[in-house]
């Protein structure tokens, strides 16, 4: 593990700022709900309600477990990141120019917004009027969007143990990482965040979270680009190993 110098945090002050101050804000959230304004006990109140009525699953609880699941595994995932940034190696060619640099962040920066102010304004029950859906396709669809989710948030955090002092949010270049996922895949934290984020648009319920997805995956694709350019600019290893792995899922032959 790489020291964790005071020239270390200085350098890296903005994007440790960044991701400390959104964890510190889905913490908030998330205690606020459960705790503040007395969420888990009305959560409590509300199933054995349910149950002692034998009424169908009741969508307001879907909605605040779904709301619970999706902070977190979205603080766990970004609690994560801030630490694989103090963990990290130096690079061996660092980010340059604004595709190297500014779009990378970019792509990280509009989905954690996005979905932040998306889990921040969550409403089950509004949603069911505005649209008009059925109680059990909202369990459904929570139900789906938690497996998603979690399938994506599993891989992520698989991903970033195999990276650990190789991650970066620009495109710079440490050691190349052939361990894990990474022995098939030559992306699978991009692949990961992919599945995590489809979770999350699913768990949103709304065309604006389906939108962010949409947008999210183009911009990812474009950053693995933009890095497997400069790998092979860096590593010579890497041309091999981007023939022998496959872009974002496992070569089939």
Known sequence: MAPVSLKKLKRERIPLLFFGTVVSLKVYFLVDTLVLTGGWWKLLDMIRYSRAG???VDPLIVGMVTYVFYNIVAILFDALVFASYLMRLEPKNRAKG?????????TVLLPVIGF???????????????YGLHPMFLVMLAAAGMLIGATGAILSF????SLKKSFSLMAEVRELVTTGLYRRIRHPLYMAEIIHILGIAILSATLVGMGLFVIAVTMQVVRAKIEEKKFLQTVPEYAEFKKNTGFLWPKLW
Request: glycine share 4%; aromatic share 20%; no cysteine.
């Open 54 to 56: 034998g009424d169908e």
């Open 158 to 161: 698989a991903a970033l143990w």
């Open 98 to 106: 604004f595709w190297e640099t500014v779009y990378p962040l970019a």
């Open 116 to 130: 932040t102010w998306l889990a921040a304004t969550y409403d089950v029950q509004a949603l069911a009027v505005r």
